[in-house]
């Protein structure tokens, strides 16, 4: 992919990932890849915001190659320590060896860890500024979004803002504008991913962007360390931001569960029927079935979940722990919750499954509902009424 132009003098020059298909470890599907963001500011100083991740540096330098020689690059700036956004820093100084590098003492310790360079660096905090020259650039610091080193970097000029993970998406798309695609996907992953990476911090979300608005900070674009670049309506990802953090949703209910031998299963299509009898859209999702990154971008729609469970080892499915392990840490807003599951001497499943529920200070609003072995008729109908009281629920939460 070539370097394409953002604004006058301003140029992407990152790299499109198209085969990854998982993150953070797993924990996260990219199921249309991804891609590493960098964009080099050219003035009377060139400035290089972000770099990508190892094994794409290469691609950034020929990107770069293409607008100036490397060695002409003064400043690096590193909003994010995180490998796939500083890990070709090293390749890039060996290149512009009189660059130096720029971010937050939190950043110069993070980077000193990771790569062991004794590096020139500029240590900058928010209200701080650099100039280049017809342009500069202004600095705000934005510990734990997503990590404590993190930083956005605004070009007040042209009222562009760098935030490095923030407002991101995981997308390999050959067009880098939010105008130049489909954006019923865009917002779909944008929504994936806040809810899997930036949910835990949803009130650092809100007291950051209600700072930058106070600060009088405009933002006539935003560009991102991964997937396009917001330029049609920048405000529209920020409000979106603000609803995900103050946990905004419809009337939706999820219902998440696994089955042994076909029970729990039962009980969970009688409960949607339940729901449905109430007016209010619900999913069914079985795990591991359905992808766990895919099911907390529903979640981030939805008010109410419920979660079921067969009973193993008097605890849960193996299948559904991580699942409940996961959500324990992400800590959604504003949701309410209720557990089912069938079981055959013990009926710890739904213990747990509540026990985790607290633990992601998720409200529990209704008494967990247990079958023993396999579902007759009337225990069916208390299952479609256990759906229907929960819909009830949701509609007055």
């Known amino acids: 992919m070539a370097s394409v132009k953002v604004l006058e003098n301003i140029f992407w020059v990152g790299a499109i990932d198209w085969n990854i298909r998982t993150f953070h470890g797993f924990t996260y599907s ?63 100084l060996k290149q512009s060896p009189n660059a ?29 500024e650099m100039s280049l020259g017809e342009r500069s650039l202004k600095f705000i610091e934005a510990p734990m979004l997503h990590w404590p080193d993190s930083m956005f970097t605004y070009v007040e000029e042209d009222a562009l803002l760098l935030p490095n993970d923030a407002f991101g998406q995981h997308w390999a798309t050959s067009k880098r504008f939010d105008d130049e695609i489909d954006e019923n996907i865009l917002m779909d992953e944008a929504a994936k991913y806040y809810a899997n990476i930036l949910w835990p911090f ?17 933002i006539n674009m935003i560009a991102p360390s991964h997937g396009v670049i917001w330029r049609s309506n920048p405000s529209r990802i920020v409000e979106a931001y603000l609803g995900w953090a103050k946990g905004d949703a419809r009337d939706r209910i999820l219902v998440v569960y696994d089955t042994m031998w076909g029970s729990t299963e039962k009980m969970a299509k009688a409960i949607i029927e339940g729901i449905m009898s109430e007016g209010v859209e619900t999913i069914l999702l079985r795990l591991p079935f359905s992808d766990r990154g895919d099911i907390f971008k529903e979640l981030i729609y939805s008010k109410g979940i419920l979660l079921g469970s067969s009973t193993i080892n008097n605890g849960i499915l193996p299948t559904v722990a991580p699942f409940l392990e996961e959500l324990k840490g992400l800590r959604p807003k504003n949701k309410i919750a ?47 009424e256990f759906g229907k009281e929960f819909a009830k629920k949701v509609k007055k939460s």
């Not at 949803?202 to 405009?218: F, N, P, R, T, Y």
Request: proline fraction near 3%; glycine fraction near 8%.
């Open 100 to 128: 130096k590098l720029v971010g937050t003492a939190r950043c110069q310790a993070g980077l000193q860890k990771h790569y062991f360079g004794n590096w020139d660096f500029k240590v900058v905090k928010t209200d701080d």
């Open 338 to 384: 209720a557990a089912f599951g069938s079981f055959g001497w013990g009926s710890g499943a739904v213990k747990e499954i509540e026990e985790k529920l607290e633990k992601a200070d998720i409200e529990i609003v209704a008494p967990a509902l247990t079958v023993k072995w396999v579902p007759d008729e009337s225990e069916i109908q208390k299952c479609f």
């Open 202 to 218: 949803s009130g650092l979300v809100i007291k950051k962007i209600e700072e930058i608005q106070k600060m009088g900070v405009k």
């Open 30 to 92: 990219t199921h249309r890849g991804t891609t590493y963001n960098a964009y080099l500011i050219v003035d009377e100083k060139t400035a290089l915001v972000d770099s990508v991740y190892v094994p794409f540096t290469e691609e950034m330098m020929e990107n770069i190659r293409e607008i100036i020689d490397p060695s002409k690059i003064d400043y690096i700036v590193v909003n994010h320590v995180e490998p796939d956004h500083s890990g070709a820093i090293s390749e890039v």
